[in-house]
């Protein structure tokens, strides 16, 4: 069992995920990267444990046991969990657009693997989290605060994690769980702003007086929310856009 703190990152092998990672590498934590590829969480383990331990695990997030496989395996690694980033991203189905060119059937499906895939993560987390005190942090987006066209069922799910978290965090006090929402808008070089495309990415860079955030401009303010000098601080939804959003 490492006397380090030890921080859990689910899709940490995607480009939110992996910054996060570094920063806790850097910041003196053990790191766990869950990721769907092998070679990726392979490298980007190679890498971390440089100069931190780290470890990985390799598994997909669609079976219903997953987030329950995860925690286990992520706990005989180092004997205990102290922080929980969830960063996977998810989206299938055609859930974009306007709402009349969505397909129905593809409802449930993406929910299931947004919302309720959070909370089924909870579930199995709050054990390991309340032995020592932890964070458990949820990534949504903008949308789920900020109405837009084209993002109905995602600005719809989005606020459903958010409330979760909100609801959680109240409850989760009790036993010294904090409970945050990071809420990013666009993220420069992640797989998300490749499918928007490069004009309109640039259009909203624009209008993002700071400019839009990279993975990089996430990671620290998520690493400092696990840390001591967050402490106090739970149920916070806390939006990274740049100034493209207020």
Not at 30 to 53: M, W
Not at 144 to 164: D, E, K, L, W
Not at 204 to 230: N, Q, Y
Request: net charge neutral; proline share 3%.
């Amino acid at each position: 069992m490492t006397e380090q703190s030890v921080m859990l990152i689910t899709g940490g092998s995607g480009s939110i995920g992996a910054a996060v990672a570094r920063e806790a590498a850097g910041q003196g934590w053990a790191v766990i990267v869950q990721g769907r590829s092998a070679d990726k969480v392979a490298a980007l383990v190679t890498e971390l444990a440089a100069s931190t331990p780290a470890a990985g695990i390799v598994c997909d997030m669609w079976d219903a046991s997953a987030a329950a496989s995860i925690m286990a395996e992520a706990k005989a690694k180092f004997g205990c969990i102290d922080a929980v980033v969830d960063c996977i991203s998810t989206g299938r189905g055609k859930i974009t657009g306007y709402f009349p060119d969505t397909d129905p059937a593809d409802y449930a499906g993406f929910y299931d693997l947004s919302v309720a895939w959070f909370q089924r993560l909870a579930h199995a987390a709050y054990p390991h989290l309340k032995a020592r005190g932890g964070t458990l942090i949820a990534f949504a987006s903008d949308a789920g605060i900020f109405a837009s066209r084209r993002q109905t069922i995602i600005g719809a799910a989005r606020a459903a994690v958010m409330g979760f978290v909100r609801n959680l965090a109240v409850e989760a006090a009790r036993d010294h769980i904090r409970v945050h929402c990071i809420s990013p808008s666009y993220v420069k070089g992640s797989d998300s702003a490749a499918k928007m495309g490069s004009d309109r990415m640039a259009t909203a860079d624009k209008r993002a007086g700071l400019g839009l955030p990279s993975a990089e401009d996430i990671a620290p303010i998520t690493v400092f929310l696990c840390g001591p000098g967050a402490a106090k601080i739970t149920g916070q939804v806390i939006s990274v856009n740049g100034g493209l959003n207020a």
